[in-house]
């Protein structure tokens, strides 16, 4: 669990860069913020969690910031 907390997603930074340029660690950081939340209240939610709709919700938040590059 440390490993996870102590660095972003360089991936998803590097993924992004030609997306958004120097706005790819705080998009990373939101969508990152964004997937830990969806975790969290899947995990402690009750009922089934819905995986298709939190991919989706990140997926629709990814192009929103990446929208506002373009």
Not at 20 to 25: F, H, M, P, S, Y
């Amino acid at each position: 669990m440390r490993v996870f907390q102590r660095g972003r997603p360089w991936n998803l930074v590097h993924d992004l860069r030609p997306l958004v340029g120097g706005r790819a660690v705080p998009v990373a950081d939101t969508l990152a913020a964004l997937i830990d939340g969806l975790y969290i209240r899947a995990a402690l939610g009750p009922g089934a969690p819905d995986p298709d709709a939190a991919a989706g919700r990140v997926i629709d938040m990814a192009d929103l910031l990446i929208g506002e590059v373009t």
